[in-house]
């Protein structure tokens, strides 16, 4: 894959990305999503928080559209808001995963040696444990919350961005241009920040799109697992823990939920997918 985005490339990309169905596909999903977080108390026909027991187990009504769970809790409204923490866990923990992983995969891949063997190695220990036993680590030892549960899912994504960055690295820095940069007497720093990263961000922009659907999942099974979002927030992970006893006295209290993660979840790996074809100059 071609590691940087000329502007003179970027209207080709785009053109490749308007005639791609799963980008369309994906963007949609995507778009959907994120217009009823952002209209969550206009879409929202109750208090996702509010329980009333006289109302528990209902069926899908004109007054609670995916009926009630075992609190009376209106469950289309608690995935209505649970859309809003979902992607609140994604954007962020991708931010912070990016960030640190941008940091440390530049600077082994730029300066070479000792220091890139020393990140490499502790990059590698982290990537030998799978990713959600590695936040269940991290959770338990900070302790059961949603940010503990963002700050776990970050964590454990950087070294795949500090990997891949890395490698963009090792093939700029030896190209025409970052020589003459060297020559002329830029500063490192300075050849990093404005002629390397510029050009390695191709599969970062990938790795970055699928990486957000990848902390939804794993942000929803750590609070599948108690280990997330406490009980009571309309968290999609929470609500499937809260609520698994009942898939046959009250189906929708866990299918809703579990749809809503399978849908955010496929548009960002449909986008993500429909990128690296867009950024791979070999496919037209």
Request: glycine content about 8%; charged content about 15%; aromatic content about 6%.
């Amino acid at each position: 894959m071609n590691t940087s985005i000329t502007a003179s490339s970027q209207q080709h990309i785009f053109r490749k990305l308007l005639k791609h169905r799963s980008a369309t596909i994906g963007a949609s999903i995507i778009l959907f999503f994120m217009l009823v977080a952002i209209f969550a108390p206009l879409i929202a026909t109750h208090d996702p928080r509010q329980a009333n027991i006289v109302e528990r187990l209902q069926g899908g009504s004109a007054s609670h559209y995916l009926g009630t769970d075992k609190v009376g809790r209106d469950i289309f409204s608690r995935i209505v808001y649970g859309t809003r923490i979902s992607l609140k866990v994604g954007l962020i923990a991708m931010t912070f995963s990016v960030g640190f992983g941008t940091l440390f995969g530049a600077v082994a891949g730029y300066y070479g040696g000792r220091i890139d063997n020393l990140i490499m190695r502790i990059m590698d220990m982290m990537l030998a444990m799978p990713s959600i036993l590695l936040a269940m680590v991290i959770v338990t030892i900070l302790g059961q919350s949603l940010t503990n549960a963002i700050i776990a899912v970050s964590i454990v994504y950087i070294p795949q961005y500090a990997r891949i960055l890395r490698a963009a690295v090792l093939k700029v820095r030896e190209l025409d241009y970052v020589t003459a940069a060297k020559v002329i007497g830029a500063s490192n720093s300075r050849i990093l920040l404005t002629t390397v990263l510029p050009n390695c961000l191709a599969p970062l922009i990938v790795q970055a799109t699928l990486g957000i659907g990848a902390a939804i999942l794993d942000a929803a099974g750590l609070s599948f697992l108690g280990l997330g979002a406490e009980i009571g927030e309309p968290e999609w992970g929470a609500m499937l823990n809260e609520n698994r006893d009942l898939i046959r006295r009250a189906p929708l209290a866990v299918t809703a939920p579990g749809v809503a993660i399978f849908l955010i979840v496929l548009g960002f790996n449909l986008l993500g997918d429909a990128l690296r074809d867009a950024l791979d100059p070999q496919i037209d």
